[in-house]
């Protein structure tokens, strides 16, 4: 047995390519229940129902982008430093949450 130090190897343009390709149809798959999804409750739900239901995804369309800032990116990218991050994700986090609540409150109908 040689002294010789197991180097895993490096990803693969065809291991990339595949990740590209699963991630592009995850993404294509979900608009697609998306728009099905929402054409079936144009169809069961009255004009005004749907508008409330519109209304709401709106807002929460919102606070979905207030939240996904990219904090969790960085601690899949940093994994092998993640202790040094854990606190400033955690502050980062509750910081995303108290804004997005706040800003869900204020455009919520009365």
């Known amino acids: 047995m040689s002294a010789e130090t197991f180097v895993p190897p490096r990803p693969s343009l065809r291991a990339a390519a595949n990740g590209v390709v699963f991630l592009a149809g995850q993404g294509l798959a979900s608009r697609a229940i998306l728009f099905f999804s929402q054409i079936a409750l144009g169809w069961l739900l009255s004009p005004d129902d749907f508008g409330l239901i ?5 807002v929460t369309q919102l606070a979905w982008t207030l939240i996904g800032f990219g ?3 960085v601690l899949q990218q ?3 430093t993640m ?3 854990e606190s400033t994700a ?3 986090g ?5 804004v997005a ?4 409150a204020v455009a919520a109908p009365l």
């Open 54 to 58: 519109a209304l709401a995804s709106i």
């Open 90 to 92: 955690f502050a980062v």
């Open 101 to 104: 609540l706040v800003v869900m």
């Open 78 to 80: 940093r994994s092998r």
């Open 71 to 73: 904090a969790d990116s």
């Open 94 to 98: 509750l910081g995303q949450g108290i």
């Open 83 to 85: 202790a040094m991050w």
